[in-house]
């Protein structure tokens, strides 16, 4: 095989390793209505991980140029719809997560505003922060999962963060803006690892916070470290950095 094939056939490779996502998501679906809400956390932190190094991937092996027909930020964005919106949305709705009779209705608006989020056009800046809350409906079920709110805070949150869609607070990329990133991609895999145990820990045994204190401190502090962050680019809209990745 020669140079341009082997480099064709990677960058193809790349599509494949993007649209195993999807299955992924399709066994965290599975996962659901078999009741076992761990496993389908796992499958959408597998699905997540995927989701998280493919870019850096497809910019390697220039898979707009070698592959100039299949349009890799379409697949990406059905892949993301599918696993940051549908699949959290089924979880709302099947684990009772929100009070009863407000499953539908908190499951809708949650598909129904991430919409306008996947269409919006201007929904990174350039510096590759997210303009209003970028559809990451499967972290926020994360944090319910972790911290067991009241189903009605949960509630609240949901309605907090469909609202936020269409606000310009910025909400950080970890691995793609550079600033601060010496800093944000150690806080980025302190918050996977310690986020990877706490959603091991089953909420009908013993509250993550018990089970274990210090990763759970550490997790909030990751956590506070990024809501900091976007905090900062929302209110210094100066702070706009010159180069991207």
Request: glycine share 4%; proline share 4%.
């Amino acid at each position: 095989m020669d140079h341009h094939k082997r480099v064709v056939a990677a960058a193809w490779a790349v599509h494949a390793f993007t649209a195993s996502g999807i299955v992924l998501g399709f066994l965290a679906v599975v996962a659901i209505l078999e009741g076992d809400q761990i496993a389908a956390f796992m499958w959408l932190g597998l699905a997540l991980f995927v989701d998280a190094i493919d870019g850096t991937l497809a910019r390697k092996v220039r898979v707009e140029e070698l592959t100039p027909r299949i349009d890799g930020r379409t697949l990406d964005n059905v892949i993301d719809y599918f696993n940051y919106v549908a699949v959290p949305a089924l979880m709302v709705y099947w684990f009772g997560v929100v009070p009863e009779g407000w499953e539908v209705a908190a499951a809708a608006c949650m598909l129904a505003v991430s919409c306008y989020t996947f269409a919006n056009l201007d929904v990174k800046t350039e510096d590759y922060f997210f303009s209003g809350f970028p559809a990451l409906w499967n972290l926020v079920v994360l944090y319910f999962h972790v911290l067991q709110l009241n189903p009605w805070t949960n509630l609240a949150v949901i309605a907090i963060m469909a609202v936020l869609t269409f606000v310009p607070i910025k909400f950080v990329h970890p691995l793609r803006v550079k600033k601060f990133r010496i800093v944000t991609v150690p806080m980025t895999v302190l918050w996977a690892a310690t986020s990877l145990r706490l959603v091991l820990i089953h909420p009908d045994v013993r509250k993550a916070a018990e089970a274990s204190p210090l990763l759970f401190w550490l997790w909030v502090m990751s956590s506070v470290y990024f809501a900091a962050i976007c905090l900062w680019r929302t209110f210094d809209p100066d702070a706009v950095e010159d180069g991207n990745r």
